[in-house]
Structures are given as C-alpha cells and as structure tokens.
C-alpha cells in the first residue's frame, strides 16, 4: 500500500511538474479573466466518453458563446493569480471530451473561481500536454506494484479498498 500511496504521489508531482514546464515555457499565465454568469445555466447532466482516449469526464457546464461549445468547470475557493496547473490540465480534458461527444473542438475552457474566472486556450501545445500527462499516468498505471499479502482483514481495512482493483474481498 505504501507504494500505491508514493505512486499516486509521484504522478500527481509529475503533473505538477509537466503543467509548470509548460507555463515557464510560454512565459506567460495560462489564463485569461473574463466575466461569466453561471446562475442561470443549467449543469450538464451526463458525462462525455472519448473512446479514442478511453477517457471520461463531466465538466460542470457546457456553454455557447459565439455558437461554439465551452466547458466551464466551477471551483468554491478564491482565485490564485492564474488558474492552477491541474484545474488547466482539467480543462484540457474536458476540451477534448467535448470534441469527441459533439464533433466541435472548443478554442478554450473556462474555470471559475469563488471571485474570478479565466479563459484558457485550447491550442495545440496544451492537448500535446494533456497527451503526454495520459500517456504518462497509464504507463505508470501499468507498471503498478502487485498486491504483496492474502490478508482479507487487510484489504477491508485499506482507505483505498473501495477503489482497488486488486482488493481481497
Ligand atoms: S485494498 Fe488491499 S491490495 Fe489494495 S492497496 Fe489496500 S491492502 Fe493493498
């Protein structure tokens, strides 16, 4: 279990790390603030499937603007300077389940903070990450260590038993 833990770990520093990369290599903030009123809209219902990617996800809204399709994905605490790597990454994804389910690439998402919003770009450069975030995550998800005990008590006591696939019932 303690490699599981240092497994989730070290992916979620290597997104980190791959986001910030990108965001030192532009030299500029990933995002945009504009203005966005969510009260009115009504949440999206069921989630998007790209079997391509075999990825699925839901983002909070999804809005027309100028006749395109936009994700908006909502988050409770105050803005930072620029969106966070992880929430731009999310975005990312949503983007391209967007693509798939509709046939529509978004030019950009939108994540709204408690006081602020920002746009960002979906461009090539930021799907190329997002390929690259994947591609990573499932080669770590295959590399993964196997269970190293038969203890049943074990498992039912694990805080990850609800989601492990290699469980002891
Ligand atoms: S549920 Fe069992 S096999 Fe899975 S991480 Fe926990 S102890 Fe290990």
């Given at each position: 279990?303690?490699y ?32 966005i ?5 009504g949440r ?13 996800g ?16 909502i ?29 529509q690439?978004?030019?950009?998402g ?36 196997a269970?190293?005990?038969?203890s049943?008590?074990r ?15």
């Open positions: 279990m303690v599981l833990i240092l497994l989730l770990f070290l992916i979620g520093v290597g997104l980190l790390w791959l986001a910030r990369r990108r965001q030192v290599a532009t030299g500029l903030p990933p995002g945009r603030v504009i203005s009123d969510t009260e009115h809209l999206l219902e069921r989630s998007l499937y790209d079997p391509t990617l075999n990825l699925a839901r983002p909070d809204y999804l809005v027309k603007r100028s006749g395109k399709l936009v994700p908006v994905e988050k409770s605490a105050r803005a930072p300077l620029g969106p966070y790597p992880s929430h731009v990454l999310q975005l990312a994804a949503y983007c391209t389940l967007v693509h798939a389910a509709y046939g690439r978004p030019a950009y939108i994540v709204k903070y408690a006081d602020r919003a920002f746009s960002v770009d979906y461009n090539s450069s930021l799907e190329n990450e997002l390929l690259d975030v994947l591609a990573e995550m499932r080669r770590a998800e295959r590399q993964k260590p269970r190293s005990h038969e049943v008590n498992c039912r006591a694990c805080g990850f038993h609800q989601v492990c696939d290699q469980r002891l019932e």
